[in-house]
């Protein structure tokens, strides 16, 4: 079965401290791992796709097949990161995105 | 560039009644893939048009259907409403045959069942 399995709810942290999202998926082929943002009144937006190997907003996730796992990173949180974050898979040869219950990264000041 | 627009932003029904759904997928987009996201949960995949034909399905009855016009917008249909359905819908678009690029997303159309 075809799952992303993100495991905390919410993530609080302080500003500068370094942040991880977790993302752990279920495919058997090759997927494609996607991060999707949603800040406070704003839209779902695409953060960063693993294919493309780039850091946004200071943003890193390195697709790791033997843990099945994508995690988010980055050394150093800020106030603005704020928002909450999605892990999403797509199959290869498919067209759907299959997301996580997502993590609300909450960012003090 | 115009971004996905979705009409409208919220919507009282009440169970059995019918609903329909709009989306403008942004400037040069062919592909239009629609979610549902309840509460506390992340979006699920319902279908995806390509070409005014429907290009895949996820896990969802047939009163969930839904249609392509020529200048790619879309609509979502949903009869016979439960009380489940109450949700966010998200619609996203992308320009590909198969949408196999970014998918981006409206600003949803937020659903209440009552």
Redo the contacts between chains.
């Keep these: 079965a075809q799952r992303?399995t993100?495991p905390e709810k919410l993530l609080s942290v302080f500003k500068g401290a370094p942040v991880e999202l977790k993302c752990n998926y279920s495919y058997s082929g090759s997927p494609e791992l996607f991060w999707?943002v949603q800040y406070s009144r704003q839209?779902?937006?695409?953060l960063l796709?693993h294919i493309s190997r780039e850091s946004i907003k200071g943003f890193t996730a390195d697709l790791n097949k033997g843990e099945t796992s994508f995690h988010l990173k980055k050394p150093f949180a800020q106030e603005e990161d704020s928002a909450m974050y999605?892990c999403?898979l797509?199959g290869d040869?498919?067209?759907?995105?299959?997301?996580?219950?997502?993590t609300r990264l909450l960012v003090r000041p | 560039e115009t971004g996905v627009t979705q009409s409208p932003t919220h919507l009282i029904k009440t169970r059995g009644q019918q609903v329909t759904l709009r989306c403008s997928s942004q400037s040069g987009h062919n592909t239009v893939s629609w979610y549902q996201q309840a509460l506390g949960q992340g979006p699920q995949f319902i279908f995806q048009y390509y070409r005014e034909e429907e290009n895949g399905r996820g896990n969802f009855p047939p009163r969930f259907s839904g249609l392509q016009f020529p200048n790619y917008s879309s609509e979502l249909n949903v009869n016979a409403l439960e009380l489940d359905d109450s949700a966010l819908y998200l619609c996203a678009s992308s320009l590909a045959g198969r949408g196999a690029e970014t998918q981006y997303f409206g600003p949803g159309t937020r659903l209440l069942v009552l």
């Design positions: 992303v993100q999707y839209r779902l937006q695409l796709r999605y999403a797509r040869s498919s067209y759907k995105l299959i997301f996580g219950s997502g």
